[in-house]
């Protein structure tokens, strides 16, 4: 720092070493499925029980664990970059990070003063610390595939360097009066972030460190139908960095020109003193972010493809319906299967903002009273999803929906929460000793240290995403709905036992046609509002020079009310699918953070103190 007349300067530099070791280990050990119908088989016929039934899923997957029918067996085996095979999949990432600063504080005149900044952030790109870590930089619907080994000593990195990262600063701060009583504020900032490990960690499997084995035996344990296709011990695997076309191989691959997520921030505020220890506050608060991280398909369905395959249906609508999903990988969607649906392309491409009016009116602590109310107003858009939870509050794939038109996903963002009020306050009874009544006697000792604080929470919903339940879009991922009337008018939604029904009117909602992905977008619906009010109540003694006394009163949610999750909150995700037996209903209520439900708790504590 240095002080230089109207001037406060301030420079600096900041050096941090990035470490993180760790191992998955996903499939190290065998993994052996006796679903047979889970996994596409047959076991039984269920008309021999009751000759109505089409269909019988459950009974089958138990006859095929009791006869030891193999659906699915497959295992994972880890190798490092010269072949030799190791127990685990650990990996040594390493991250170097610099950023250098310098800001100005500039105070122009007694009622005005400036801050200006700019800093430069240089975020290295993450490797692992032994090569043994690598990505592919070739067109991924190709076929033959080769990965690169990225890191020290192989001459490539996981991704280019962004050197981009410039970060100018500017605020100021106005009092116009020169009374003290009021404040205009304003600011601007540019801020990057930083390339969290969980993204390129999943990147540990690809070939040439890990190689799967993976079959569908179609046989039983104990090789009772002689197929020979469950071997006692799986076949050993030959590390490769090649994968050939019908690998349908799941890979983690980065865009090269991978770039840190950045931010331009912004806001204009007023702060006015007014009568009685008022102050009020009202702001604007806007943000943009650029080069946020999606995760895309590598290898989506061609287009082109895919009409060929309708075209051979000559119209009929069961044939053309059934080129979808992942099937495409199969059916000839796509011009090579060297990887299959859900391999991810992590790109840097996605786009967000941000505005809201921030409003808030304090009463400071005068009397033994403080009272606090605020009011947020905002809007969120972006057209990407969080990679690392993803569908959690909006029902949205980590992946984009149509990975060749990306702008399908631009719609409110999952925490897209238009209104926010809060209440908080502490009053101070006047009571007991040194204060306004029963200053003394019995009634003034059982009063005195007597507090009540409490706040006060309430918000409207998070959005949700209302999917068909198809992939009529022939993208390989479910679409939209089609909405064509109101969805929350009177109309046929019985709902199931435990279940709230949200969506009123079913009828409102349309599997769309095939080839359209749905007009009812991203995140276009909203779920239950959420009311807090929690409480508590503090009571302080004094019983001696010495010894203190304390209980307290802690009361949350205390008027019992029901947070309601949002429909496809539940664990099987099922209740924002229209093609579901729970479309539009809820089936759970929001959880604390800690695990705990949300429903009214109490607790008592009491403590001395000496």
Same mark, same amino acid.
């Not at 009177?490 to 036992?497: A, D, H, I, L």
């Not at 203190?548 to 949610?557: D, I, T």
């Given at each position: 720092?240095?002080?230089?007349?109207?001037?406060?300067?301030?420079?600096?530099?900041?050096?941090?070493?990035?470490?993180?070791?760790?191992?998955?280990?996903?499939?190290?050990?065998?993994?052996?499925?006796?679903?047979?119908?889970?996994?596409?088989?047959?076991?039984?016929?269920?008309?021999?029980?009751?000759?109505?039934?089409?269909?019988?899923?459950?009974?089958?997957?138990?006859?095929?664990?009791?006869?030891?029918?193999?659906?699915?067996?497959?295992?994972?085996?880890?190798?490092?970059?010269?072949?030799?095979?190791?127990?685990?999949?650990?990996?040594?990432?390493?991250?170097?990070?610099?950023?250098?600063?310098?800001?100005?504080?500039?105070?122009?005149?007694?009622?005005?003063?400036?801050?200006?900044?700019?800093?430069? *952030?240089?975020?290295?790109?993450?490797?692992?610390?032994?090569?043994?870590?690598?990505?592919? =930089?070739?067109?991924?619907?190709?076929?033959?595939?080769?990965?690169?080994?990225?890191?020290?000593?192989?001459?490539?990195?996981?991704?280019?360097?962004?050197?981009?990262?410039?970060?100018?600063?500017?605020?100021?701060?106005?009092?116009?009066?020169?009374?003290?009583?009021?404040?205009?504020?304003?600011?601007?900032?540019?801020?990057?972030?930083?390339?969290?490990?969980?993204?390129?960690?999943?990147?540990?499997?690809?070939?040439?460190?890990?190689?799967?084995?993976?079959?569908?035996?179609?046989?039983?344990?104990?090789?009772?139908?002689?197929?020979?296709?469950?071997?006692?011990?799986?076949?050993?695997?030959?590390?490769?960095?090649?994968?050939?076309?019908?690998?349908?191989?799941?890979?983690?691959?980065?865009?090269?020109?991978?770039?840190?997520?950045?931010?331009?921030?912004?806001?204009?505020?007023?702060?006015?003193?007014?009568?009685?220890?008022?102050?009020?506050?009202?702001?604007?608060?806007?943000?943009?972010?650029?080069?946020? =991280?999606?995760?895309?398909?590598?290898?989506?369905?061609?287009?082109?493809?895919?009409?060929?395959?309708?075209? *051979?249906?000559?119209?009929?609508?069961?044939?053309?319906?059934?080129?979808?999903?992942?099937?495409?990988?199969?059916?000839?969607?796509?011009?090579?299967?060297?990887?299959?649906?859900?391999?991810?392309?992590?790109?840097?491409?996605?786009?967000?903002?941000?505005?809201?009016?921030?409003?808030?009116?304090?009463?400071?602590?005068?009397?033994?009273?403080?009272?606090?109310?605020?009011?947020?107003?905002?809007?969120?858009?972006?057209?990407?999803?969080?990679?690392?939870?993803?569908?959690?509050?909006?029902?949205?794939?980590?992946?984009?929906?149509?990975?060749?038109?990306?702008?399908?996903?631009?719609?409110?963002?999952?925490?897209?929460?238009?209104?926010?009020?809060?209440?908080?306050?502490?009053?101070?009874?006047?009571?007991?000793?040194?204060?306004?009544?029963?200053?003394?006697?019995?009634?003034?000792?059982?009063?005195?240290?007597?507090?009540?604080?409490?706040?006060?929470?309430?918000?409207?919903?998070?959005?949700?995403?209302?999917?068909?339940?198809?992939?009529?879009?022939?993208?390989?991922?479910?679409?939209?709905?089609?909405?064509?009337?109101?969805?929350?008018?009177?109309?046929?939604?019985?709902?199931?036992?435990?279940?709230?029904?949200?969506?009123?009117?079913?009828?409102?909602?349309?599997?769309?046609?095939?080839?359209?992905?749905?007009?009812?977008?991203?995140?276009?619906?909203?779920?239950?509002?959420?009311?807090?009010?929690?409480?508590?109540?503090?009571?302080?003694? *004094?019983?001696?020079?010495?010894?203190?006394?304390?209980?307290?009163?802690?009361?949350?949610?205390?008027?019992?009310?029901?947070?309601?999750?949002?429909?496809?909150?539940?664990?099987?995700? *099922?209740?924002?699918?229209?093609?579901?037996?729970?479309?539009?209903?809820?089936?759970?209520?929001?959880?604390?953070?800690?695990?705990?439900?949300?429903?009214?708790?109490?607790?008592?504590?009491?403590?001395?103190?000496?």
């Amino acid at each position: 720092s240095w002080a230089r007349g109207s001037h406060n300067l301030k420079f600096g530099m900041d050096f941090r070493n990035i470490r993180e070791s760790g191992f998955n280990n996903f499939n190290s050990r065998r993994q052996v499925d006796l679903r047979a119908n889970f996994n596409g088989f047959s076991v039984l016929d269920p008309t021999v029980i009751d000759p109505t039934l089409t269909g019988f899923p459950e009974l089958e997957d138990d006859a095929s664990a009791f006869w030891g029918f193999v659906g699915f067996d497959n295992y994972a085996e880890f190798f490092d970059k010269t072949a030799a095979r190791q127990a685990t999949d650990n990996k040594d990432f390493r991250q170097h990070e610099y950023d250098w600063y310098a800001q100005d504080s500039w105070k122009i005149r007694r009622n005005l003063t400036l801050n200006l900044g700019l800093r430069y *952030q240089f975020n290295g790109v993450p490797y692992e610390e032994h090569g043994n870590l690598s990505n592919l =930089f070739e067109d991924p619907s190709g076929a033959p595939l080769t990965f690169v080994n990225v890191g020290p000593g192989t001459g490539r990195m996981l991704y280019k360097n962004d050197f981009s990262n410039i970060e100018p600063r500017i605020g100021f701060s106005w009092d116009p009066r020169g009374d003290g009583k009021m404040a205009i504020r304003g600011a601007y900032g540019i801020f990057h972030d930083r390339v969290f490990g969980n993204l390129f960690g999943n990147a540990r499997g690809n070939p040439p460190f890990e190689q799967d084995y993976a079959a569908a035996p179609g046989d039983t344990i104990n090789g009772a139908l002689g197929t020979g296709g469950f071997p006692v011990l799986p076949p050993q695997t030959t590390p490769s960095a090649v994968v050939p076309d019908g690998s349908l191989l799941f890979a983690t691959i980065f865009d090269n020109n991978f770039r840190n997520s950045s931010s331009q921030n912004w806001n204009l505020g007023l702060q006015r003193e007014l009568a009685g220890n008022w102050v009020l506050d009202a702001s604007y608060v806007g943000a943009k972010g650029t080069h946020i =991280f999606r995760l895309f398909e590598a290898n989506p369905p061609d287009p082109a493809l895919v009409n060929n395959l309708v075209a *051979q249906c000559g119209g009929d609508p069961a044939c053309e319906q059934s080129f979808a999903g992942a099937g495409l990988w199969f059916d000839g969607g796509v011009a090579h299967n060297a990887l299959f649906r859900g391999s991810a392309l992590n790109r840097s491409n996605g786009n967000s903002n941000y505005h809201s009016l921030q409003t808030k009116i304090t009463h400071r602590f005068t009397h033994g009273v403080q009272i606090q109310g605020s009011y947020t107003w905002s809007h969120a858009i972006d057209d990407s999803n969080d990679p690392l939870t993803p569908g959690n509050l909006g029902g949205n794939p980590g992946f984009a929906r149509d990975s060749r038109h990306p702008s399908f996903d631009r719609g409110n963002s999952d925490n897209d929460v238009r209104h926010v009020g809060t209440i908080n306050y502490i009053w101070e009874l006047p009571f007991g000793r040194g204060r306004q009544w029963a200053s003394d006697g019995a009634i003034g000792r059982v009063l005195e240290g007597l507090q009540i604080s409490g706040l006060a929470s309430l918000q409207t919903g998070h959005p949700f995403t209302m999917l068909s339940g198809v992939d009529t879009a022939r993208t390989g991922r479910i679409g939209y709905t089609d909405q064509v009337g109101d969805p929350y008018s009177q109309g046929p939604n019985n709902g199931s036992p435990g279940a709230k029904v949200w969506i009123t009117n079913l009828n409102a909602l349309q599997v769309p046609a095939f080839g359209s992905i749905g007009n009812a977008g991203k995140n276009q619906f909203y779920g239950p509002s959420y009311v807090d009010f929690d409480v508590s109540i503090d009571k302080k003694m *004094q019983i001696t020079e010495r010894i203190g006394w304390e209980l307290r009163f802690e009361g949350y949610n205390i008027f019992n009310h029901p947070n309601f999750l949002n429909p496809g909150a539940d664990s099987a995700h *099922q209740g924002n699918v229209l093609t579901s037996g729970l479309a539009g209903l809820i089936t759970g209520t929001i959880a604390n953070s800690d695990g705990t439900t949300s429903a009214r708790q109490v607790q008592v504590g009491m403590k001395v103190t000496f």
